[in-house]
């Protein structure tokens, strides 16, 4: 299992209709052979940052199967209009209390 960890920063005054807009296209994500699941977090600190985690069966599940997809480039046509700033990293779970 990879996860997917993104961090974006959200136009100023546009982080509701940021949270609106995710919820439906994650769906384009969700369809893609491999997702597993994800989740979506928001900081305390500073209101423009999320944070989301993807749970995908590999590394190509994301990489090839979504990022080559015509799927990704219809998120990233309904996201571009509310990020100001992304990183996005995989990670591998080394240890866990699950």
């Given amino acids: 299992m990879i996860t997917e960890k993104a961090y974006f920063t959200i136009h100023e005054g546009l982080e509701t209709k940021f949270e609106e807009a995710f919820s439906e296209a994650v769906d384009l994500i969700a ?13 305390i600190e500073f209101d423009r940052k999320y944070v989301i985690f993807i749970e995908w069966d590999s590394l190509a599940a994301h990489t090839e199967g ?3 997809s015509n799927r990704f480039e219809q ?7 509310f ?11 080394i240890h866990s209390d699950k």
């Fill in 31 to 43: 369809a893609t052979k491999g997702y597993q699941h994800y989740t979506l977090t928001k900081s």
């Fill in 66 to 68: 979504f990022m080559n």
């Fill in 75 to 81: 998120f990233t046509k309904k996201m571009d209009p």
């Fill in 83 to 93: 990020l100001e700033h992304v990183e996005m990293e995989h990670l591998v779970q």
